[in-house]
């Protein structure tokens, strides 16, 4: 009898055993489970986030108000600008400070998107100042101003910076 209960002992304990690792096994299959559908959220959620931006730029900048104004600088310019403040009709748009990052981006002919909003239909006037320093170290501060007419459709406007003593305009202004 002893045997008996030794051997079904022993049999309690090997199902109670598998039972576990079955169990074990399952949560496992579940955390990948679980994990899969978390990563399949997360891009979802992206998804949304990207629509979402898209949509507000639509919503805040609709094409038939939208105005955009990019800044670079003529081909081997080598002068340090510190700062500039655009003006449109009067009005702050935008004031920036320049880092030696942007700077250097720029000289490299990289293109700096600096103000996107709306404006009504019609004439307008744009202000630029710049603050900066000329290859031999020495201060400036330039303002142009340009006028240009807004139409139904969006409308780019670019800021070309040419250092102070070049043979072009110190600022141009071109349409895109």
Not at 40 to 48: M, R, S
Not at 95 to 112: D, M, N, S
Request: charged residues 25%; negative net charge.
């Amino acid at each position: 009898m002893k045997n008996y209960l030794n051997i079904a002992s022993l049999g309690l304990l090997f199902s109670v055993a598998s039972g576990v690792c079955v169990a074990e096994e399952v949560s496992r299959e579940q955390i990948k489970g679980i994990d899969e559908q978390v990563q399949d959220i997360k891009k979802d959620v992206l998804a949304i986030s990207t629509d979402l931006t898209q949509l507000e730029e639509k919503l805040l900048y609709p094409s038939n108000t939208q105005v955009s104004l990019f800044v670079s600088l003529a081909q081997g310019e080598k002068f340090r600008l510190d700062a500039m403040e655009i003006k449109i009709d009067g009005k702050d748009a935008a004031h920036h400070l320049y880092t030696f990052k942007e700077l250097e981006a720029l000289q490299k002919g990289g293109v700096q998107r600096i103000y996107t909003g709306n404006i009504r239909s019609g004439e307008h006037t744009l202000d630029v100042t710049l603050i900066g320093k000329t290859a031999g170290n020495s201060d400036f501060h330039h303002s142009a101003h340009y006028t240009f007419t807004k139409d139904v459709g969006p409308r780019l406007v670019e800021i070309k910076l040419a250092g102070p003593g070049a043979s072009s305009k110190d600022i141009e202004f071109k349409d895109r």
